[in-house]
């Protein structure tokens, strides 16, 4: 209701209050006076209160004007005719917007968050291009939540809010296609790719990426879903022979720090014999496309260059996971059957200074492999790599 609707009555007893005390003579008029002020006081706070809407006695509200955001933000990336092109709004986003308008109405049939609404008042709330544009900043350039408020006119916990909201979205809506086991087909097509490049029977590479977690309870410990799953035994099936030898599981590429499984194939240290010089630089030559595959994703999304700030493990998992399938809708969206490379320069801010990858062996990826010993077959290991060596020796000696 109009707060004038209520105000009425008071105003018109306190005039009231005024006309006696002009009209009395008596020897109480100060304590009349006195308690018209402390009526007039108490009519002031509880104005004050009723203005709040339930805001936080003592917090200072602030009028961001989220319309105001909306219409710029919309403007500049959004229109028809925005103030920024593409390759622009590919470069600050990370994506096409195509691909982003395909993220926008899947969050917002997913969540209602995303969905823009109208307060108690009627006033029109976030949009969910300033939610969405929120969440991306943080995740493209690892910044505080706050740094998003004086373009996108979000404050800090409801850029938090959104973060979270987005990549729990992201991870439950799309997980399924894109962050799926490798199927059949792909299966496939990575064993006629990888056989082209000498290792029949490898499925791809593995490597470790630390991200730091800056609030990480001490009492947890590191582990992996893969390890889990080669640990086990349940590498892809797959039949091939190399050098008049058969085998029946599919291996990665690793480096030294792996251990001897016959799902790995390491490269040979300090080696003398040509042979097994040429296996190491193959072998390592086609493992720099893990590699290669940390730093894009790093590039695209600096959040995870740097010590992760949450506190709770679902969000640095959401937030991982998110990434990681962001990047692979991102490749789809730009993949050329021509195979013309999309520039991979984004913009980055200061704090996000490239961290370098470690790879060196943690004491909790040291626990975890030794803690497993179901598939440490040596032997086949052994000869995996030794049938490798020859295979890839023949190879080099037919160019």
Not at 307 to 321: G, H, Q, S, V
């Amino acid at each position: 209701m109009d707060h004038n609707y209520h105000l009425k009555p008071r105003d018109y007893q306190m005039k009231e209050m005024e006309m006696v005390l002009l009209e009395s003579d008596s020897d109480d008029e100060m304590e009349i006076l006195s308690i018209f002020a402390m009526e007039e006081e108490r009519l002031k706070k509880e104005q004050a209160s009723t203005s709040r809407r339930g805001s936080i006695v003592g917090r200072k509200v602030i009028k961001r004007d989220y319309l105001q955001g909306e219409e710029r933000l919309f403007h500049d990336y959004f229109s028809d005719n925005p103030v920024f092109p593409p390759h622009l709004f590919r470069r600050r986003f990370r994506m096409s917007r195509p691909l982003f308008f395909r993220l926008q109405y899947a969050l917002e049939a997913h969540d209602p968050y995303f969905i823009q609404k109208r307060n108690a008042a009627g006033t029109l709330g976030l949009s969910s291009l300033q939610k969405m544009t929120a969440a991306l900043r943080i995740l493209a350039y690892g910044v505080a939540a706050d740094s998003t408020d004086e373009y996108v006119r979000i404050g800090e916990s409801t850029a938090i809010e959104s973060l979270r909201r987005f990549v729990k979205a992201v991870v439950n809506i799309f997980s399924e296609e894109y962050l799926r086991s490798p199927n059949s087909n792909d299966i496939a097509r990575l064993l006629a790719v990888n056989e082209k490049r000498g290792f029949p029977g490898m499925l791809g590479s593995i490597d470790c990426m630390h991200w730091k977690w800056k609030n990480c309870p001490t009492a947890w410990k590191e582990h992996s879903s893969i390890f889990t799953e080669l640990a086990q035994g349940r590498a892809p099936p797959v039949n091939y022979s190399i050098n008049g030898h058969d085998y029946t599981m599919g291996y990665y590429l690793a480096d030294g720090i792996y251990p001897q499984w016959s799902t790995f194939v390491k490269t040979i240290s300090a080696p003398l014999e040509a042979k097994k010089k040429h296996f190491a630089r193959v072998q390592e030559a086609c493992r720099k496309d893990v590699e290669c595959a940390f730093g894009i994703l790093q590039a695209r999304f600096s959040i995870v260059r740097g010590p992760a700030r949450f506190w709770d493990e679902a969000t640095l998992n959401d937030i991982m996971k998110a990434c990681i399938i962001l990047h692979n809708m991102i490749i789809e969206d730009e993949r050329d059957p021509n195979g013309v490379q999309q520039d991979d320069d984004y913009e980055q801010v200061p704090e996000s200074i490239p961290i370098p990858v470690s790879r060196e062996p943690t004491i909790e990826v040291q626990n975890f492999i030794q803690s497993h010993i179901r598939i440490r077959d040596r032997e086949t290991h052994s000869q995996l790599q030794a049938d490798l060596v020859e295979h890839l020796w023949q190879l080099h000696g037919q160019l």
